[in-house]
């Protein structure tokens, strides 16, 4: 009897420091599906106005405003994606809009107001600009988790530390790259970029986080072209989350006819 | 001739006021504008130079020189939106100065699922690149060939646009009470192929067309019935109305008039090999000449593109048409051509090539657009290189290059427009 209950002590205490263990430190899938949740999947949806300042090598310095939706048709899954650019004035009242998939490329289109012209834009290199910034379009709209490699490779008082290598390494400009992830709330606070050489050639950074509606949100974030000296900086404003998108704003429809979320 | 002398001048002194009072003032007049009653105010001011590449013995040397401000008014409210945007021009080729309003209308939600757009407006519809089967829509082909911004290849229409969404499929419906033509080369300051004299010509033979004026009963009416289903997004298209260019000739009066039109097809647009596909067909049911029987009203004809464009690098964009022309009753049109008219093909085939190239942060585009046609052997290149050297000022160079084995085929024709032209625009 004694020792019966001596075993089932030991064994509870076994599961109890199992377990303990398993909260203080998630395995890299959880650390990494926690990420891509909190930095691309806050709510059900959400608007955010932006305002990109890209600075190049001479620090010859280009805006570019505009507002973004967002739509979750899946946590972790589908996403919908409008952005209705505001400035300049060359590009004023344009619209892309991003149908985002998992297991297949995304759907891009790019509506042109001053041709009324709707156009399907080929969208298999998600390594490219987004709107001639130092931001990718990977950056914006997120980069498959199901792309990479992941690696715990350190765990620091505030920081997950990841390695993440591509496995197409053809498919892409860099090697690998590191990513700092907040234990608190796994956001992605920095990813520095490695190239085939191994040197350091892009810092992506988050340098503001706030909560908003509960959500921990970026509201600053840059993005530091090493190789070449340029950098863009996008300062997210007036953010909102859940508040009831319509899945049918994300057509044809509304291309050509831009929704009062993004009008005002 | 007097008057119009008169309205031009006055027209060019608005011009240059406005132009100067606009640029001293743009971004105070914006702020005022926007603050005071919520009306948006933007547009640019451009100057645009260009040159034949050879003599013309029918045409200006210049093939473009002219001085531009648009204006883009726009305020948004709850219930709708109400647009105004209209053009000055000073033209040196054409001596005058004229106003050109492209846009004024009002867009609205009458129902939840119901889009309406009165007034004139801007339309496309369609899956070809600079090649239209169902998009029956105006254009200015003048504009496209001497090197205005892409955006004037397209001239605005007066209609009624109602758009109706449903789970099932999405139906628009445009309605024009009258006729809105296309500008095509009339030899003003294109020199083009003149059957009628069997030669090429220009200034000295400016085509005139019978205008279609009567409202309600010159109207147009097209409809397009449209549903994506899994990212293909499929089309099916009907229009009724006239050829859009003066495809009939009154040989008593010497004038050109536009014959009755009866148009229907499909298109369809979607993913594929790591690209985008699409392929369109059209109908054009010549109702004038349904047997083909009248040599001085173009045939009936089926059309068809099928084109693929991708990323071939970052930054680095092609893609690829084929187009095809198939002339309805070609035998009955051979045998009643008059004797002496060189015969079109029953085929008429054409390629297109369309090369992207964005450099230095996407600053500076570099693009080639070409048009070669293996039946009528003869073909169009439109290089350009745009560049933006901020946000506001943007330079752009490029070229209209024709040529052709004859001087009877559809870009043949135009062999002495070749021209290359250069535009500064600050946009504000």
Redesign the interface.
């Known amino acids: 009897m004694k020792r019966s209950a001596m075993l089932v002590i030991g064994l509870l205490s076994v599961f109890l420091t199992v377990s303990l263990q398993a909260a203080e430190a998630p395995t890299v899938d959880e650390i990494i599906d926690r990420a891509n949740l909190a930095a691309y999947y806050a709510g059900d949806d959400g608007r955010a106005e932006v305002m990109m300042t ?1 600075t ?1 090598a001479q620090g ?1 310095t ?2 570019r405003d505009f507002v973004i939706l967002r739509h979750d048709v899946a946590d972790g899954g589908q996403q919908k994606f409008y952005v209705y650019f505001k ?4 590009v ?1 009242k344009m619209v892309f809009m991003v ?1 985002k998939y998992i297991d ?2 995304d ?1 891009r289109w790019l509506y042109l107001p ?5 156009k ?6 998600k ?3 987004f ?3 130092h931001f990718l379009y990977e950056d914006v709209s997120g980069r498959s988790v199901k792309e990479d490699i992941h690696e715990l490779v350190e765990t620091t008082a505030d920081y997950y530390v990841l390695k993440n290598t591509p496995k197409d390494p053809a498919g892409v400009e860099f090697s690998y790259y590191t990513a700092w992830v907040d234990k608190q709330n796994f956001m992605l606070v920095k990813a520095e970029y490695h190239d085939k050489d191994g040197r350091k050639y892009r810092e992506v950074e988050s340098l503001e986080i706030k909560n908003v509606q509960g959500f921990p949100t970026v509201v600053k974030a840059r993005v530091l072209d090493l190789a070449s000296g ?1 950098e863009t900086v996008s300062v997210f404003k007036n953010i909102k989350y859940n508040i009831g998108l319509k899945d ?1 704003i994300f ?3 509304y291309l ?2 831009p929704p ?1 979320e993004v ?2 | 001739m007097r008057k119009r002398g008169l309205i031009s001048t006055f027209i060019f002194i608005i011009l240059v006021s406005t132009v100067f009072a606009v640029a001293v003032n743009a971004s105070v007049l914006q702020d005022r504008l926007y603050d005071k009653y919520g009306v948006g105010l ?3 001011i451009e100057g645009r130079q260009g040159w034949r590449l050879q003599d013309d013995p029918f045409e200006k040397n210049t093939s473009i020189s002219e001085m531009r401000m648009q204006l883009d008014l726009s305020k ?1 409210d ?1 219930w709708g ?1 109400i647009k105004l945007k209209g053009d000055l021009v000073g033209d040196q080729v054409e001596e005058k100065a004229y106003a050109e309003l492209r846009e004024l209308n009002l ?1 609205f ?1 009458p129902l939840d699922f119901m ?1 309406a ?1 009165i007034g004139r ?5 369609g899956t070809g690149d600079l090649l239209f089967i169902n998009d029956l829509f105006p254009k200015d082909w003048k504009s496209f060939f001497i090197g205005r911004d ?2 004037y ?2 001239a605005p229409s007066d209609a009624i646009k109602t ?1 109706l ?1 449903f789970d099932l499929f ?1 139906i628009d419906i445009v309605y024009s009470p009258l006729f809105n033509a296309s500008q095509y080369v009339d030899g003003t300051r294109l020199s083009y192929w003149n059957s009628m004299l069997g030669r090429t010509a220009g200034r000295d033979f400016i085509l005139d067309d019978i205008e279609r004026n009567s409202y309600f009963r010159d109207d147009e009416y097209a409809m397009r019935l ?1 549903k ?1 289903i899994g ?1 293909i ?1 499929l089309g099916f298209y009907g229009y009724n109305g006239f050829w859009k260019t003066p495809e009939g000739l009154d040989a008593k009066e010497s004038k050109l008039w536009y014959p009755e039109l009866l148009a229907y097809g499909a298109s369809a ?3 594929l090999w ?3 596909g ?1 392929l369109e067909v059209g109908f054009y049911d010549s109702r004038d000449d349904r047997d083909g029987g009248d040599p001085l009203v173009r045939n009936s004809e089926i059309r068809t593109l099928a084109g693929f ?3 071939l ?3 680095f ?1 092609g893609g690829f048409q084929y187009y095809l022309e198939w002339m309805q009753e070609y035998d009955t049109y051979k045998s009643t051509l008059p004797a002496g008219t060189a015969a079109k093909d029953e085929y008429r085939h054409v390629l297109t090539l369309r090369l992207t190239r ?1 450099l230095m ?3 500076l585009r570099l693009s080639l657009f070409t048009y070669y046609s293996p039946s009528d052997q003869d073909g169009y290149f439109r290089p350009k290189v745009h560049y ?1 050297i ?3 000022w ?1 330079i752009e160079t490029g070229a209209n290059i024709f040529f052709g084995k004859d001087y009877n085929t559809f870009f043949g024709q135009f062999q002495y427009n070749t021209n290359a032209y250069a535009g500064i625009r600050w ?2």
Not at chain 2, 121 to 125: D, G, K, M
């Open positions: 890209i190049d010859r280009r805006k400035k300049p004035s060359d004023r149908h297949q490329d759907d001053a041709l009324d012209l709707v399907r834009i080929a969208a298999s290199d390594r490219t600009s709107v001639g910034s340029g049918q057509t044809e429809r050509r006819r009062r009008r005002k | 933007n547009g640019f948004d709850d939106v867009a939600s889009d757009k407006q801007t339309l496309t519809w892409d955006e290849l397209k758009s969404f999405n449209s994506n990212g997004e647009r979607g993913a790591g690209g985008i699409n464009e991708r990323e690098a970052h930054d964009t964005l942060n996407q600053n933006k901020t946000d506001q943007a946009s504000f």
